[in-house]
């Protein structure tokens, strides 16, 4: 058992630390969406599909020829060699921008890590099964509970070790070391099987007497693991739209899920119902008052916010995957139980990824997932108890359970309700779903803002006194607004025109800066922004300068031109697009100030907008000013403090520039805050 031990907890810490590995290397290429994350997750479950689908296929077709069994997969494994690294090839990098490059991101992934994957996918299975017929007299299925182990390991291990310590694509030929190794590994495992199941010539088992699996535990088999799945998904997005796009907010819920697979399938002692169900009631019920708490004034503290998304994910996944361990065949349908298992989590995995974007305005799939969850918890537990509870008893818990039942339904129509209230335009893509509200409506102040998610794009009066006025993050007094107020082309005698890239579109509020001559270049990866910007807003077709918008991710755009064209000389350049609640992290890395720099002129300013709820990412940012040898500058704005300024959010801009007389023309009109500490040493690098 040893043996096959290592071979498949080798196998899953490779078939699970590729996934963020890969993910990580291709987010940059795609903006730093959510989306790609669940998107890889698709492919990974369907991958995982794939390979148990082929580990199911060899066993059935060729269960009487063991030796075609051994040669094919070793065959298989000699062949994929060929295709290592997987470092995807930057020929793959995508051009422009789609409405859904989910596809896109299919087909890469397909092309630089799929055999590998599925040959992977299928050691789980494959292998389990050969050591449950050379070892009759023990059960294969605690060697799933070490495969779900090795792969958690290997989830946990990239944050905290690899990523650290090595570039992404060092990151990709260690892995495919890992995966030689792991070829070997299997070899032997092969060779031993062979051996024993040679001495043995025929199974002793009488399998006429193994009972067939019935119709209903094989549906279970795949709708407890959808659920499952669903819930993972729905919920880490959720959680990176609230909080950040980075790996560790990937790989912390999938190790969760993968933890309930390894408690649920190592001992039926583990799965308790009086526990988990009480559990994931209470976490599931925080997550939906947490979802409503999006229309308060307060916000929740990032560590709970944190704590309530992955117990939800922990609880619920534990209690779908405990109800599959105790719907477990017998092991000579090991295969099948596997690939069902893997059906599910494809579907769940579609349906998150593909159907609800295409679907639904809204971030809906969560709310399905757990009406989903609530459903299969009162079939499948309700018929236990009808028949093992008196009825007193049963009525009580009956009555209670529909009071939950029923709160629960009246937290979701609310928080669908809220969302919508107020709404006349709203899209729903890859990049996120996209809401225009028309509020303060049939008054002096009316006004519609754009919301990405529950972040604000901004927002514009149609008042045509106030049509024109920069709102929000964008206002005169802001950071940004500086920029224009003491930029000497404003200030001079002299004025000249203004040379300005913008990276993140939103409304276009910031083409309300611009005269006549001044030319504005927008950087935008998501089409419906611009298509929502043009349609309900008046920012871009009431510039007095020229403005532009292109489409695609601004790193991969920026890079284009500058190997084309060279630099474009921008007199400004601006950061300003958001991903959720903060800026994509490989807009903020050393390779990506370091293209900034290139094409702005040599005095010219690099204008960050780094407001957020949860993180401070000043010390980042002020670490790249250094190291580039420029000064950088704060200038946050409150707008309480202003008393009846309504009409501005709360914002802080880093302004980064070898200006001198700019920033001494900030600081004399009271633009700029003092640094009261000397930065942590961060830096952030692809």
Known sequence: MPLFAVAIFLSAFLLFQVQPVIARYILPWYGGSPAVWTTCLLFFQIGLLGGYGYAHAIVHFLRKNRKAQVITH??????????????????????????????????????????????????????????GEAFPDKSPYRLYAISNLGSMLGLLTYPFVFEPLLAVSR????????????????????????????????????????????????????????????????LTNQMCQDIAVVPFLWVLPLSLYLLTFVIAFDAPRHYRRWLWIPCTVGAIGMVVYLMNQQFASGEMHITWQIII?????????????????????????????????????????????????????????LHVSIALLALLISLIVF??????????????????????????????????????????????????????????????????????????????????????????????DSGIGSVFTVHKARTSSEPQPMHVGVIGLGVGTIASYGLEGDRFRFYEINPQVEEMAR??????????????????????????????SGSNQFDVLV?????????????????????????????GILAVHISNLHLNLSDPVRNLAARAGREAIEIVYNPREAGDDYHSYYSDWILITKDKEFIQAADGLGYTWEWVDEPKPVIWTD
């Open 74 to 131: 070793l065959a298989l494994l000699a062949l994929t060699f060929i295709l290592l690294p997987i470092t995807p090839a930057d020929s793959l990098k995508p051009e422009g921008s789609a409405e859904n490059p989910a596809w896109g991101i299919v087909a890469l992934l397909s092309l630089s890590v799929g055999a590998p994957y599925v040959l992977l996918s299928a050691s789980g299975p494959l292998l389990q099964h050969w050591f």
């Open 575 to 603: 950061v300003d697009a958001f991903s959720g609640d903060s800026i994509p992290i490989h807009l903020l890395t050393e390779e990506s100030f370091d293209l900034y720099f290139r094409h702005l002129k040599d005095d």
């Open 535 to 564: 349609e309900h807003f008046t920012y871009l077709s009431d510039c007095e300068g020229e403005e532009t918008v292109v489409l695609g991710d601004a790193r991969i755009t920026l890079e284009e031109e500058w190997n084309k």
């Open 309 to 365: 998304y992955i117990s939800a994910i922990f609880f619920g996944c534990l209690l779908c995957h405990g109800e599959v361990v105790r719907l477990k065949p017998d092991p000579h349908y090991l295969t099948g139980f596997y690939l069902a298992i893997s059906i599910g989590g494809a579907l769940g995995g579609l349906f998150v990824s593909l159907f609800a974007p295409a679907a639904f305005s809204g971030y809906w799939e």
């Open 171 to 234: 990151q990709t030929v260690l892995w495919s070391f890992g995966f030689v190794a792991y070829a070997i590994v299997a070899g032997v495992c092969a060779w031993t099987f062979l051996g024993r199941m040679e001495k043995r010539k025929e199974l002793s088992r009488d399998l006429s007497k193994v009972a067939r699996p019935i119709l209903s535990h094989i549906a279970l088999w795949i709708i407890l693991p959808a659920c499952g799945t669903m819930l993972l998904l729905s």
């Open 383 to 476: 018929k236990d108890l009808v028949r093992k509870v008196p009825r007193p008893a049963f009525l009580s818990i009956t009555v209670v359970w529909l009071g939950l039942l029923g709160w629960l339904t009246y937290g979701l129509s609310e928080h669908i309700k809220g969302t919508d209230d107020g709404v006349i335009a709203s899209q729903r893509g890859f990049y996120g779903s996209l809401r225009v509200y028309r509020q303060n409506d049939l008054t002096d102040d009316e006004y519609l803002s754009l919301y990405h998610g529950r972040i604000s794009h901004g927002r514009q009066y149609t008042n045509p006194i106030y049509k024109t006025l920069a709102t929000t993050y964008y206002s005169e």
